[in-house]
């Protein structure tokens, strides 16, 4: 309606709501609203010049057989041709071969060849002015009376000539069915005339059970919209509230998806142990309130309260800082030093065969690159479940001292098969001083003192020995020379 230009109008706009409704009545599912959308649409400058007969009438037959783009498209061809004056030169001779321009506004060379046409220079312009334009009356009271006097009556032949007449096919199409199927657009005219428009709707309320349910349907969501809308603005915030916990959570599971798997796994037994409990609770009640002891007598939830006890518990195990100072269990260790080693040894396999087989070059210096970061990772890797690095001999050997735990245990003897905390050195040193006294004019006095050293280790907790001999091992400075 927008389109066509009547909104401002109510009369108008009314009149037309209830001549496409008629139409819709008539031709059922075969006429769709968005038909006179699409023919509104794509007919551009024609559909404000059609006149409202042509369109409530007629054009509801051509929007059914050709479609409401196809049809608007038609419409637009014809305004432009017939109305504006704009058309090809084999168009403009075949309307003059059949007396259908006016003389006076026909656009000619100077040689006498027919130029083009003004607005205006195609007889029967009542039937064409802006805002009263039919094609269907154009055809049938202009076109073909001029065809017939010229001996043009024979339904092909009308076809041929108003092809050669229409610049534009579509047009052509148009105006074939307007001059062939006049019974045809003639009762659907009819019929959309004789039939119910909006007033159909109250009718059909009260009589049909479909449209009566749908009825219902609607008016019961603008009870529920209407009831709801002052509760939306807390629905929402909850809403917003819900979605950002998650988030927060999403985020925390990437840091520790241990503590993240917990707490669903507690939030499941809460609810388990909550549901039996509840189950429970209603037998015992109403026992108890049977029994005359209340109905609160049976209300216990033991299992909800256990579930709940296990929530700080949980919360402290799986933090991520005690996590990360737990010892990684030797089991481990071992399964990842096997995993690491061999992975180790594919990439020194790999980096053989491309110092042997590639040309260096940009993909050789890639290639290594890969190579060298892929072998840093687990370098890394090794080095976080405490195994000395590649360069050191020992590879495959825990290079962790031992924990504070293990140390309590040795010094109270209770360690297993290993020996109690102890230090020791191994060796001997001998200390020698030498002072020597001069009589001189000051008296110099001057000491001379060394130190040999013979300590050959030292050991400490039971492990390996360490330190050389000329060295008073890892936890003091090294000797210095004789004085």
Do not use: C
Not at 102 to 129: A, C, F, H, R
Not at 238 to 259: D, I
């Amino acid at each position: 309606m927008e389109i066509k230009g009547v909104t401002q109008d109510l009369k108008q706009f009314n009149h037309y709501i209830d001549g496409m409704a008629k139409a819709l009545n008539v031709f059922g599912d075969t006429l769709r609203p968005t038909d006179y959308y699409e023919m509104f649409k794509y007919g551009r400058a024609a559909t404000t010049a059609l006149s409202d007969d042509f369109m409530l009438k007629t054009a509801p037959t051509l929007a059914q057989e050709l479609g409401g783009s196809s049809a608007g498209k038609a419409l637009s061809s014809f305004y432009t041709q017939f109305v504006g004056g704009k058309m090809s030169n084999k168009a403009v001779a075949q309307l003059e071969q059949y007396g259908m321009l006016d003389p006076n506004k026909v656009i000619k060379t100077s040689t006498g060849n027919v130029k083009g046409v003004l607005p205006g220079g195609i007889i029967g312009s009542e039937y064409l002015q802006p805002g009263k334009t039919d094609p269907y009356q154009w055809v049938n009271k202009v076109l073909l009376p001029h065809l017939a006097s010229k001996g043009v009556t024979d339904p092909s032949q009308i076809q041929e000539v108003i092809a050669a007449m229409a610049s534009q096919q579509t047009a052509a199409q148009m105006m074939s069915i307007f001059a062939t199927q006049q019974k045809r657009i003639d009762k659907d005219a009819a019929l959309v005339h004789g039939a119910m428009g909006i007033d159909a709707a109250d009718k059909y309320l009260k009589s049909d059970p479909k449209v009566l349910r749908s009825a219902i349907e609607s008016q019961a969501d603008n009870l529920l919209g209407n009831t709801a809308k002052p509760f939306m603005p807390a629905v929402t915030g909850g809403m917003n509230w819900l979605a950002s916990g998650l988030s927060y959570m999403s985020e925390q599971a990437t840091k520790n998806p241990v503590r993240s798997a917990a707490g669903i796994s507690w939030l499941g037994m809460m609810l388990g142990a909550l549901g039996v409990d509840s189950a429970s609770s209603a037998f015992r009640s109403a026992g108890s309130l049977f029994r005359g002891e209340g109905a609160t007598a049976g209300m216990r939830f033991p299992l909800t309260k256990l579930s709940a006890a296990l929530a700080p518990i949980l919360d402290i195990a799986t933090r991520s800082d005690i996590l990360t100072e737990l010892p990684v269990p030797d089991s481990v260790k071992r399964a990842a030093l096997h995993s690491q080693i061999g992975e180790l040894s594919s990439l020194d396999a790999k980096e053989k065969s491309l110092d042997a087989n590639w040309v260096r070059g940009p993909l050789y210096d890639a290639g290594k690159s890969r190579l060298a970061a892929r072998r840093a990772e687990l370098e890394n890797e090794l080095a976080g479940l405490g195994y000395g690095p590649a360069s050191l001999p020992g590879r495959g050997m825990v290079g962790s001292s031992p924990t504070l735990l293990d140390d309590i245990r040795n010094a109270v003897g209770g360690g297993g098969s290993k020996e109690p905390v102890k230090a020791e050195v191994v060796g001997n040193a001998t200390l020698e001083t030498v002072v020597r006294v001069e009589p001189s004019a000051d008296f110099l006095a001057r000491v001379s003192q060394s130190v040999n050293n013979a300590i050959n280790a030292f050991r400490s907790s039971g492990g390996p020995t360490t330190g050389t001999s000329g060295s008073t091992g890892r936890s003091m400075p090294e000797a210095g020379p004789p004085q």
